[in-house]
């Protein structure tokens, strides 16, 4: 079935059901990813690269290229870019150069990037990635095969003022911070992922989310997609089901959220789908990606006339990084995210689903964390999924930033399971304490200090309500000496309401039983 | 001593003199500037002169040296600057409309370093707009003249440099050699010029023609002054990726032991004979002798791919220039013009606008040839062809080097020519860089000395010796010995038999030849 798009008329599209897509055509995927990496300096002057700096504060006469100036390469950036290279399966080069990719644009001093053409540093590789089962339960691991990763720097920033949309169209007048002008990036080209079929767009956000993992891993980038710190372009055509020929591509620029990655993918899906099942053709064009939407629109159609001239950057000598460097970055290198979160889930006894909860929630660091801290993995699981990541997701932010925001850390979870460990609390006391500490009350001893929150530990006081209670009711007290033992929980709830909650359940039904039997 | 004996001085007796304390850096320097406002209304050497800091630069010198603090020896020595480097402070045009009025915030690091050494600097030198040019009629704010002869051309596209050494309006100066834009102005104004080994001197702040052939260099009217200003201006920079880790040759060591005996000389055989001047050649041959007199040893050799040459240069250094001047388009500084009858222009219409009025003829001529060969479906034909050839020509240099220690030619095949004679043809401009430009290509130093007058037109010509990489102070050592035995035989220097500048009628004045109609 064929519909429209929301939006304005002019931009609305039809797309086909998704079914219908999958069951007519096959899906070629190609992910574009820009990482910045959070090097002290930027990629060819000594400028500092400190995110959200006073514009154009961090610039000097190299990124501002002005007349004169010459790079010089960030030794740190091309050891992470190998670092990057070698984490994601590839051959590094033995010799490679920068090139300049030439075009006019205000946000790019020099009016050439310089970047790398066809010597990458990484090229070559390939990431597994977990993702749902074809047939049946569990998942399973789909390979994406990466064409290269290659440094480059990045642009200034421009901001167009005065029209309607924040693009340049209708604009009166546009500014540029160069603050963001150098700042290295790494570009990773995956090859076209063919076969993942319906499954297209969660192999697509399981890619994006498995290289961010990896790149977080590394300590190469912040990869904070909101920051722009890691972004990612969708390339997506379709081929008739049986046919090994390639369709037309679409390029749908600054996709940066996972989620976004997903549907974008699903997106352009049905709008290939539509135009190919209705006989017409696509356009090679980029696209833009609508969040509030979640439609692409068509951006700048590509034409031969693209030319950026691509020749060796004749400011910089050629790249050699030894053999013996790359073996010595290799050691470097992190246990990949796949293998470590099995070897994570192990050691800690989660079920499948329990662990793909954790990771989906971005809870593996801080459970981490938190077990190395002192916690049970149980405990760790149980406190950072639950009020606190509520309240997170209801902020829209991710666990481990908000609990930085409120100052809440893995040594609060520990004080609070010895707290309920040594006696001192039950759960729902801990629960109360662990309210407490996330507004900001303190630790979970201060919050139950404060807030009076003890298990009665006088066990005079205990067992004379035991009593109490037992005499008050000698119906049930007979049921249970006759060894209908699941009775006893009636006496349970009086004891602890006599005891205004502040005893341990366990403690006084082992009470009651040890003076009825 | 009067002050137009002090601009007489070569830069080493200058040093002498004030390390003596027979003179003052200010009066040194103000005898340059005086002689500068006296001449430089018929050189036009000069595109900006900056007493105020020349004798400030001059008074701090003399201050330390009061106060006893430890001086370079060439502390005080007053220089001049090819506008293409820029100088924090001082404009900085590189010959062009479209840098008019710019400023630069930071100083070039060869700059840096005369600072460093307490050379004045006097001014900065005309030249080619953007160093393309063998004439300095390319320059957007007219042509430097030959001291010569003032209907002359003093060479390019450093033209400015070499006249304000010749015309004694500088002791020596800074140049820079894409092409031969050192040595073919020395040669056309009877002073010396070096191109140094690329990669011999940083390049930060060299305003860039062509990246991987452009090097500043030494203009001066001896050869020990040029390897002492080699010497302060060369080695490692870190903030210049293509600049060699390594000391600078021993070229003041070369220069004053100026010793060839034993030296294998080598006369390439393509840069000599046809299409060279009679009197051009005829004191090269002349010059040869003396060297084998000096007790050199002459081989010929052949490098057939220097035939190739001007075409493969031609290739790189438009390629190279098209994108190295991307960057001016009036988004952050210099030249902004608005296009006519437009009502609200976009940055891409101002961009244009500006380019067509801020650069001349010859810049835009240069940006099309590059940005053509650089294209997608000709890069290998013609930028991808033109390396091959470059690499020809750098192993056809190798083996040259196997069989000479030096190779040697006439600096250019002409003397200096009138203005406007080459100017509607750009091929035989061209055509006058054609000994000097394979060493660029190869990165390889070049030197040139004065070889004397041409019999038929009594107007200077210049002797080219080329060694191999890292090997500067052969040059030295080949120049200073042909100089020592040319001066005695001369009785004194070459351009000590040029006619005094003041004394020349001021000539009419030279068409403007930068147009920015079409
Ligand atoms: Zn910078």
């Known amino acids: 079935m064929t519909t429209m798009t929301g939006g304005t008329a002019a931009s609305a599209e039809a797309v086909l059901d998704y079914d219908e ?29 400190t995110f959200g700096a006073a514009p154009n504060t961090q610039v000097c006469p190299v990124c501002l290229g002005l007349p004169g100036a010459l790079p010089v390469v960030n030794a740190v950036a091309v050891e992470s870019a190998i670092r990057i290279g070698l984490a994601l399966n590839c051959e590094i080069a033995q010799w490679c150069r920068f090139a300049r990719k030439n075009y006019f644009y205000p946000d790019m001093p ?130 008739p089901k049986g046919s090994s020929q390639f369709g037309t591509r679409s390029e749908t620029k600054n996709v940066n959220s996972l989620r976004s990655v997903e549907r974008a993918v699903r ?35 590509k034409s031969d006339a693209e030319d950026y001239r691509y020749f060796p950057e004749p400011d910089l000598v050629p790249i050699a990084p030894s053999r013996e460097l790359v073996e010595e970055l290799r050691a470097t290198l992190p246990e990949p995210p796949t293998e470590r979160r099995k070897r994570l889930q192990n050691g800690w006894g989660f079920s499948d689903l329990e662990m793909r909860d954790v990771v989906n929630a971005g809870l593996v660091e801080l459970i981490e964390e938190t077990v190395a ?125 006599a005891m205004k909650g502040q005893a341990d359940a366990a403690a006084v039904r082992e009470l009651i039983i040890g003076k009825l039997t | 001593m009067t002050s137009a004996d002090l601009t007489r001085r070569t830069a080493a007796e200058l040093a002498d003199l004030l390390a003596s304390g027979e003179v003052s850096a200010r009066e040194v320097t103000a005898a ?25 630069a001059a008074d701090e ?100 440099s070499s006249a304000v050494v010749a015309s004694h309006q500088a002791p020596w100066a800074i140049g820079t050699d894409t092409g031969g834009s050192i040595r073919q102005p020395a040669a056309v104004t009877g002073s010396v010029g070096v191109k140094p080994t690329y990669g011999g001197v940083s390049r930060y702040g060299l305003v860039a023609l062509a990246s991987s052939l452009d090097q500043a260099g030494p203009c001066t009217r001896t050869v020990l002054d040029a390897a002492l200003l080699h010497e302060i201006i060369g080695g490692h920079d870190p903030m210049d990726s293509t600049s060699i880790a390594g000391p600078v040759p021993p070229v003041v060591e070369a220069a004053r032991r100026a010793d060839v005996s034993g030296t294998r000389i080598g006369i390439v055989k393509e840069l000599s004979g046809e299409g060279f001047q009679a009197g051009v050649q005829q004191r090269f041959d002349e010059s040869v002798q003396h060297l084998v007199d000096a007790g050199a040893e002459v081989v010929e050799v052949s490098c057939p791919s220097f035939t190739y040459a001007l075409a493969t240069y031609y290739l790189i250094l438009p390629s190279e220039a098209s994108s190295n001047l991307a960057k001016f388009d009036a988004m952050r500084y210099g030249l902004r ?26 810049v835009k001529r240069r940006i099309i040839l590059g940005t053509y060969a650089l294209s997608s479906g000709y890069y290998d034909a013609y930028y991808g062809s033109a390396q091959k050839v470059r690499r020809l020509i750098a192993n056809e240099f190798a083996a040259a080097f196997e069989q000479a220690d030096v190779l040697v030619s006439p600096t250019a095949p002409t003397t200096a020519f009138r203005f406007g004679e080459k100017l509607d043809d750009p091929m035989a401009m061209y055509l006058n860089d054609i000994a000097t430009i394979p060493a660029n290509l190869a990165g390889i130093p070049g030197i040139s000395v004065p070889s004397g007058l041409a019999p038929e037109d009594g107007l200077p010509t210049g002797f080219q010796v080329l060694a191999p990489a890292m090997a500067d102070d052969r040059l030295y050592a080949v ?34 030849t930068h147009t920015t109609e079409a």
């Open chain 1, 21 to 49: 897509v999958t069951s007519a055509f096959d899906p070629v995927l190609g992910l574009e990813v820009h990482v910045e990496l959070h090097t002290a300096t930027k990629m060819f002057c000594g400028c500092p690269t």
């Open chain 1, 110 to 239: 020099k009016n050439f990037q310089i970047s790398q053409y066809d010597e990458p540093i990484a090229f070559n590789g390939w990431l597994d990635v977990e993702v749902p089962a074809e047939h049946g339960e569990g998942t399973e691991v789909f390979r994406v095969e990466i064409e290269r990763a290659h440094m480059e720097e990045d642009t200034g920033k421009s901001t167009h003022i005065g029209g309607l949309t924040g693009r340049i169209h209708g604009a009166t007048h546009s500014l540029v911070d160069y603050n963001r002008a150098g700042i290295p990036l790494i570009e990773i080209v995956t090859k076209p992922i063919v076969g993942a079929g319906e499954r297209a767009p969660e192999v697509a956000r399981a890619y994006v989310a498995t290289l961010r993992d990896l790149l977080k891993a590394l300590d190469v980038s912040d990869v904070k997609m909101e920051q722009g710190s890691m972004r990612c372009d969708v390339n997506l055509s379709l081929m």
């Open chain 1, 267 to 301: 997106f352009e899906m049905c709008r290939h789908g539509a135009v190919l099942s209705s006989g017409g053709s696509i356009v090679q064009e980029t696209r833009h990606w609508h969040e509030d939407t979640g439609v692409t629109t068509s951006g700048r159609v």
């Open chain 1, 373 to 497: 801290a002192g916690a049970s993995p149980a405990a760790a699981r149980k406190w950072w999924s639950g009020e606190i990541a509520r309240r997170a997701n209801a902020e829209g932010q991710d666990v481990p930033t908000y609990a930085g925001v409120l100052g809440v850390t893995p040594a609060h979870v520990v004080e609070l399971e010895s707290l309920i460990t040594s006696g001192r609390l039950n759960d729902s006391m801990a629960r109360q304490a662990w309210e407490g500490v996330l507004a900001g009350e303190g630790t979970p001893t201060q919050v139950a200090d404060a807030r009076g929150l003890e298990l009665v530990q006088d066990t005079g006081a205990l067992e004379a309500a035991v009593d109490e209670v037992i005499a008050a009711n000698p119906d049930i007290a007979d049921k249970i000496r006759d060894g209908k033992v699941q009775a006893v929980g009636a006496l349970i709830g009086q004891v602890m309401k």
């Open chain 2, 32 to 56: 340059h500037l005086e002689r500068t406002r006296a001449v430089d209304d018929r050189t036009h050497a000069y595109l900006h002169v900056d007493e105020e800091g020349a004798l400030a």
């Open chain 2, 61 to 160: 010198v003399d201050r330390k040296r009061r106060a006893g603090e430890t001086l370079h020896a060439a502390a005080g020595v007053p220089i001049a600057v090819k506008d293409v480097l820029v100088t924090r402070g001082l404009p900085t045009t590189c010959g062009s409309r479209i840098l008019e009025g710019w400023i630069p915030p930071y100083d070039a690091t060869v700059v840096r370093r005369l600072k460093d050494a307490g050379l004045p600097i006097l001014g900065k030198t005309n030249m080619d707009e953007f160093a393309m040019g063998s004439s300095t009629e390319h320059s957007a704010y007219g042509p430097t003249r030959n001291p010569w002869d003032l209907e002359r051309i003093p060479g390019g596209s450093g033209g400015g």
């Open chain 2, 337 to 362: 013009v608005w296009p006519e009858g437009i009502e609200d222009p976009s940055a891409e219409q101002v961009m244009a606008a500006t380019r067509d009025a801020g650069f001349g003829d010859e």
């Open chain 2, 479 to 512: 120049g200073a010995a042909l100089e020592a035995r040319l001066e005695a035989e001369w009785g004194g220097s070459l351009l000590g038999r040029a006619p005094d500048v003041q004394s020349l009628p001021l000539p009419a004045a030279v068409p403007a």
